[in-house]
């Protein structure tokens, strides 16, 4: 594990950590995960859809219609993952599933036919009220949530420590996401912006115009899709798109 544990901390790109995850995973029996995060959730939920990162090898069978259909919104695993944090068995969810609404039912049937039945989740502390990620850990076919909690109480310290070590890595490094990239113009205004320059200011420092200036500002707040300026420095930032020397 500790060979495991060093790749990911070296590691840098999400692609490569998301690589090493699934490899060492797949050796503990969990053969397909889904993992998501945001740096933008909201008060009642994920937040935006265009915002998250979302990393996963189950099937397009699968996993288009669980997004298509905005089935991971209402899932009992990530409304517990939203309100929790640490380990859950998936057997919790069979213990309420009679408390579940009908949609939520609907969206367990789903997971059973993709045979999606056994695993666990694991929902992570993360440094920001605004931030959350997750992963659920799906065992192969074949294995039942008995064999699931077999395994969990001999690997399960390990499996957990993998997983934190990624995501704290993939929290640390840019999204390879669909995210609209900002120009360099709109990134160095943003940046100036941040160090606390006016306006006037920036326009000597970058040897334009007051307008021009609000042009890259302007165009910044629609690429980033928010209202302010103030908005725009803050989510530019989470994104890893400004005061970044390599993006």
């Not at 939920?45 to 998250?52: A, F, L, S, V, Y």
């Not at 944090?85 to 609907?106: F, H, T, V």
């Not at 395994?151 to 993998?162: H, P, Q």
């Not at 709109?186 to 042009?215: C, F, H, N, S, Y």
Request: contains cysteine; glycine residues 6%.
């Amino acid at each position: 594990m500790n060979h495991a544990l060093t790749r990911l901390v070296e590691a840098r790109t999400v692609e490569t950590v998301w690589a090493i995850l699934t490899r060492e995973m797949s050796n503990f029996g969990f053969d397909r995960l889904l993992y998501g995060f945001t740096r933008f959730r909201t008060r009642t939920g994920i937040g935006n859809r265009d915002d998250m990162l979302v990393l996963t090898n189950h099937d397009d069978g699968y996993i288009r219609p669980f997004f298509d259909k905005a089935m991971f919104n209402r899932a009992p695993m990530t409304v517990w993952a939203l309100e929790n944090e640490g380990a859950m068995s998936w057997s919790y969810i069979n213990r309420i599933e009679a408390e579940l609404d009908e949609e939520q039912k609907q969206i367990l049937e789903f997971n059973r036919a993709h045979g999606v039945i056994a695993g666990y989740t694991i929902s992570f502390a993360d440094s920001s009220a605004r931030q959350k990620g997750a992963i659920a850990l799906t065992a192969r076919k074949g294995l039942n949530q008995c064999d699931v909690e077999n395994l969990w109480a001999s690997d399960g310290e390990t499996v957990n420590l993998l997983a934190q070590v990624a995501h704290l890595k993939i929290a640390a490094l840019p999204f390879p996401s669909h995210m609209k990239r900002l120009s360099p113009r709109q990134r160095e205004v943003l940046e100036w912006v941040g160090d606390g320059k006016t306006m006037q200011d920036i326009a000597e420092i970058m040897g334009l115009t007051p307008p021009t200036v609000e042009k890259h500002l302007r165009k910044a707040r629609e690429a980033l899709d928010v209202d302010t300026t103030t908005q725009a420095v803050m989510k530019a930032s989470l994104q890893r798109q400004i005061f970044v020397t390599d993006i």
